[in-house]
Every structure is written in C-alpha cells, then in structure tokens.
C-alpha cells in the first residue's frame, strides 16, 4: 500500500509539473492572441515544444549568487512555495480513503495560510528594498482576502452542512452553490488576489518595484517560484469547479470547466489595468468581508433548518 500511494504520488508531481508548463504556454497565446499577435510559435508546430525550450533555459543558466543575500533562507523559500503548492492538492476529494478527512477545507485553509511566508522569506532574506516592499504588500494583501475566503467557505460548509469536498460536491445535485451569486463574485475576487494576479499583482509591481519579491532570483530559483504560482492557479480553478459548480474530479466535464476557470485567470490580466493598493485593502475590509459576514446569516438559517 505504501508503494502504490508513494508510486501515485510521483505520477502526480510528475503530471502536475507538465500541466503547469503547459499553462504558461496557453497564457501566452491567449495574450498574443488578444493582443493581436501570434505568441510562442518556432519551437515544435504551432508551438507546442516552448514550455521544454523555457525549462531548459531557465534550469541550465547559471545561478547567481548575490552578495548581501542570506544564502539559506534565500534558497529555501522557492522550495518551499513548490512543496506547499504540491500539498495542497491533497485536500481534493479523491477516490480512495487512504488520505480521505472529513475536515478536507480546514486542511486546504491551514495549508493556505502557510503560503504567505516563502513570499516573505523570499523578501526578507534578498537583502533588497525593492523584494522586501513586495514581500509586505503580498503578506498584508494575503491575509487581508484570506479572512473573507474563509468566511465565504464557511457559509458553503453551513449550507452543505458538512466540511469534507465530498459531501459538499454531492450535495450540489439538488442546488449549485454558483447560483449564490454574489459569492461566487466574492469567491473569484478573493481568489484573484490569493494568487496575486491582476490586477491584484502587487507584489510583483513591475513599474515601481523592478519585479517585486523575486527581484533577486534567476535562473531554477525563479523556475520554482512561478511553477509554484501556476500550480496554484490550476489548484484554484479545479476547488471552484468542485466546491460551485458541483462537478466531479473524474468528470470529463471538471477538465472542461478548469479550462475555463484559468481561461477567466488570464482574461483578467490582459483586461484589466493594476489597481491601487489602497483600493484594493478597502475593497476587501469595506466591502468583500463586511457582505460575507451579511450571508453568513441565511447559511446558518437554512443549516439550522436541516439539521
């Protein structure tokens, strides 16, 4: 058992890493073609082949050394962004009872919350102003949206009843949580500003702060970084399609709706301009938070209703 759950465990890494270089590929038509222009289109036909062209670049350059950075934490955060971002998936509800939990969004929260510090490790230890400005934006912008993720979750977890993915997938054959508009707008806000894309990118504010928290990293360091951040695009859409939409993560239909989940990730950053910082804390404390707790109400009305 624990030789099928280690040989399960490499095929996923080995799948989920593939399906990120992929993403990037997409993310790159998709502005090309939005913008009028063609994208990636020399390497392999059509290409196909420019995700393996970028990954061997980037892995075999050199990695540079700066000299005021703090070697070991400097080196260990990406790493650490990588195994969090991995982790995370095993709070999907899979097949088998081997890491089944009832308590699968207390493990996704937990799990989440940790994200923050290889950001700020990364900052912190670049020894430079402009990573460490990045950094504190993204901490202050990531706890600030993680508090009404988590009160969106819990109205769904009163309304279902339950905390497991599971439960909450099945119990959506009678009524899917997507109809709860304007938590479902909160949720992909929310879910926007976790990820910290636009235009939510604070903390990778190119115009005033070079590239944010990465500044100081080349090379495989910064390979990790974005495989990190595209794994939890991927992870994000797939949550929505099961926790909103009801959908199976063996359906046909879950791939097809993750497609269009990070098609809506990408949509965002060719559409919409970076907003500013301070509208984006108030939007959060003045206007996500205060309607999340308002539908909390009716969710512990209809939990009460049928328990």
């Known amino acids: 058992m624990f030789l099928l ?6 095929i996923f890494m080995i799948m989920s890493l593939i399906s990120v270089a992929f993403i990037t590929l997409l993310e790159r038509k998709i502005l090309g073609y939005m913008q009028i222009r063609l994208g990636p289109n020399k390497v392999g036909p059509k290409g196909i082949l420019q995700p393996f062209s970028d990954a061997v670049k980037l892995y075999s350059k050199e990695i540079t050394w700066p000299s005021l950075v703090n070697t070991l934490p400097y080196f260990m955060s990406p790493c650490l962004s990588l195994i969090l971002s991995l982790t995370i998936w095993l709070s999907l509800p899979y097949f ?37 400005i990045g950094s504190m934006r993204a901490l202050a912008q990531t706890i600030s949206y993680e508090v009404s993720l988590m009160f969106i979750i819990m109205s769904i977890c009163l309304i279902s009843c339950s905390m497991n993915l599971y439960n909450i997938c099945v119990i959506q054959k009678f009524f899917i949580f997507a109809f709860l508009q304007i938590n479902f707008l909160m949720w992909l806000i929310s879910i926007l500003a976790e990820t910290n894309r636009t235009p939510f990118d604070f903390s990778e504010g190119e115009s005033e702060l070079v590239s944010g928290f990465n500044t100081e990293y080349s090379s495989s360091p910064f390979a990790i970084i974005f495989m990190a951040e595209y794994m939890m695009i991927l992870f994000f859409s797939m949550l929505t399609s099961i926790i909103f939409l009801g959908i199976s993560i063996f359906s046909p239909l879950n791939m097809l709706n993750c497609m269009m989940l990070m098609f809506f990730f990408l949509w965002t950053r060719v559409t919409l301009p970076r907003y500013r910082y301070d509208k984006l804390m108030l939007l959060c404390w003045k206007k996500i938070l205060p309607l999340s707790l308002i539908i909390l109400i009716p969710s512990i009305c209809i939990s009460i209703m049928f328990m």
């Open 96 to 132: 088998t009872n081997i890491l089944s939990m009832n308590l699968t969004l207390m493990l996704f929260l937990s799990i989440l919350g940790l994200g923050v510090y290889p950001i700020l490790i990364s900052g912190w230890s670049s020894n430079s102003n402009y990573s460490m």
């Open 5 to 10: 759950m280690t040989f399960n465990f490499i």
